[in-house]
T-cell receptor, first 116, second 118 residues
Framework: EPEVTQTPSHQVTQMGQEVILRCVPI?????FYWYRQILGQKVEFLVS????????KSEIFDDQFSVERPDGSNFTLKIRSTKLEDSAMYFC??????????????FGPGTRLTVT | AQKVTQAQTEISVVEKEDVTLDCVYE???????LFWYKQPPSGELVFLIR??????QNEISGRYSWNFQKSTSSFNFTITASQVVDSAVYFC???????????????FGKGTLLTVNP
């Protein structure tokens, strides 16, 4: 069964460093998302991506964040200068195309980012 | 703005008990989608069910059942004869179509931690 994959599973970085979180969505999906979950808290929407552009971003997704789909298969989230409060689990999700949003979003296993 | 409330932060039951997880949502859209996800201790998000706003029929899947009531904006989840493996955080989520149909972001509730004791 196709699945969303994410690498690395755990990333430790120092404050101020750049990190790139990588996701490979399911191959025939066209809608892509990043969410984050600070430990013990709810899952929060960061950004949605469709047709090679951002369709919506949350207030969390400031200028330090960017997303890219560089080669038609990978979907990356970059944090330019990490802060302690960026420590969280980051989930990538994808969903199929269609006229109706009746399909569930398939989530990857997540990347745990620890900023020290 | 959409909002999902899961008032129960933690629930603890003994194996074989039935347990209901509550979810109340707010939305201005007439068309929306409701979901339940399970997050076991390993951390991944496991899809359980999707329900469209125009389909109020309740659903049963094995020991799981869902009660969708638009009149009270609720989408409750019941586990019958709970098992230790059901121990997890359960999230209710809501999706509205925005941005001309190019974004179906999920808004999650804060989750309910279910502990099933042997």
């Amino acid at each position: 069964e196709p699945e969303v994959t994410q690498t690395p599973s755990h990333q430790v970085t120092q404050m101020g460093q750049e990190v790139i979180l990588r996701c490979v969505p399911i191959s025939n999906h066209l809608y892509f998302y990043w969410y984050r979950q600070i430990l013990g808290q709810k899952v929060e929407f960061l950004v949605s991506f469709y047709n090679n552009e951002i369709s919506e971003k949350s207030e969390i997704f400031d200028d330090q964040f960017s997303v890219e789909r560089p080669d038609g298969s990978n979907f990356t989230l970059k944090i330019r200068s990490t802060k302690l409060e960026d420590s969280a689990m980051y989930f990538c999700a994808s969903s199929p195309s269609g006229r109706e949003p009746t399909y569930e979003q398939y989530f990857g296993p997540g990347t745990r980012l620890t900023v020290t | 703005a959409q909002k999902v409330t899961q008032a129960q932060t933690e629930i603890s039951v003994v194996e074989k008990e039935d347990v209901t997880l509550d979810c109340v949502y707010e939305t201005r859209d007439t068309t929306y989608y409701l979901f339940w996800y399970k997050q076991p201790p390993s951390g991944e998000l496991v899809f359980l069910i999707r329900r469209n706003s125009f389909d109020e029929q309740n659903e049963i899947s094995g020991r799981y059942s869902w009660n969708f009531q638009k009149s009270t904006s609720s989408f409750n989840f019941t586990i019958t004869a709970s098992q230790v493996v059901d121990s997890a955080v359960y999230f209710c989520a809501l999706s509205e179509a925005t941005s001309g149909g190019s974004n179906y972001k999920l808004t999650f509730g804060k989750g309910t931690l279910l502990t099933v004791n042997p």
